[in-house]
């Protein structure tokens, strides 16, 4: 078995071990842990991982169950593709980045994101001027933080993310059912729990 | 003469340049290619586009983008701006 190590992001220091399959089919999950820091992580063959469809969804997927698994953990996510060559390198970038998580960690306590995307109607009787301020007021005012994503085509009419407590998102599904309601020629798609990849932002500098 | 040379030719030059550069963006603008990729995602995830259609313009679109990549590194090269 390979020494390599691909990481998918940080909790509070813990012992984890979880029997699902990650990056590239790999198992088990497990941490290394570093002070009061823990990365999961799985083992990998090759540091430089392919972007793959079921790579980034195995990705996604450990993280999601970290953050649900028993009573749930706040996870710092890394980005797709962080891959070290042993535990000790691992535990170098932990110590570089330890203030990082720390803070990054303690910003995402509890949370999870949620996506939110509106796709118009083929015909564009809906603009994104129509929809956007109404319907980020209502997500607004059912979670803690918004922050919007790139809107990479013309149908998209919005598409943002969301950050809010895990035991929030009962009342931010209840806001998406009346957006569905209220906007019947256009679609919503509601995604998550993801890991709050879009309200964390810490750095590591490739190995 | 220094008029010529140095007025009306240079600003030629670089105006040269630079539309060959942003012909070649167009042309291999592996940006919106990418954006293409993800819609063509998003309207099968909202149902729009059958799996078979889905596979036909993700395979289509992916070797475009992969052509796009190699012919901008082909070029790069070659679209350095001379002052």
Redesign the interface.
């Known amino acids: 078995m390979s020494s390599h190590l691909y990481a998918y992001g940080v909790i509070e220091a813990e012992d984890l071990e979880l029997d699902i399959e990650g990056v590239e089919g790999e198992s088990p999950v497990q941490t290394v842990t570093f002070r009061t820091l823990s990365a999961v992580v799985t083992p990998i063959d090759d540091v430089d991982v392919e972007r793959t469809d079921e790579n980034t969804r195995a990705h996604d997927e450990v993280l999601r169950e970290v953050m649900m698994e028993g009573d749930g953990r706040t996870v710092v996510p890394m980005q797709f593709g962080m891959a070290f060559k042993s535990a000790r390198t691992l535990k170098s970038v932990m110590r570089g980045g330890r203030r990082a998580f720390r803070k990054a960690l303690m910003d995402v306590d509890g949370k999870v994101e949620l996506g939110v995307k509106v796709v118009g109607s083929e015909d564009g009787a809906l603009t994104r001027e129509d929809v956007a301020a109404d319907i980020s007021e209502r997500l607004v005012a059912v979670s803690d933080q918004e922050a919007e994503n790139d809107l990479y085509s013309e149908r998209l009419l919005f598409n943002r993310s969301y950050l809010l407590d895990r035991d929030a998102q009962e009342a931010f599904g209840e806001a998406v059912s009346e957006l569905e309601d209220d906007y019947p020629d256009a679609t919503v798609q509601y995604t998550g729990p993801w890991a709050p990849y879009n309200f964390v932002d810490v750095e590591i500098e490739a190995q | 003469m220094f008029l010529l040379d140095d007025i009306l030719l240079w600003p030629i030059t670089n105006v040269v340049d630079v539309l060959h550069s942003l012909a070649v963006q167009e042309m291999y603008d592996t940006e919106s290619i ?2 293409d990729i ?2 063509n995602q ?2 099968y ?2 149902g ?1 586009r059958d799996e078979a259609e889905y596979e036909r313009e993700r395979a289509r679109l992916e070797s475009e983008l992969d052509a796009a990549e190699r012919a901008r590194e082909r070029l790069s090269d070659k679209v350095v701006v001379q002052r």
């Open positions: 990418q954006s993800k819609e998003l309207l995830e909202i729009e």
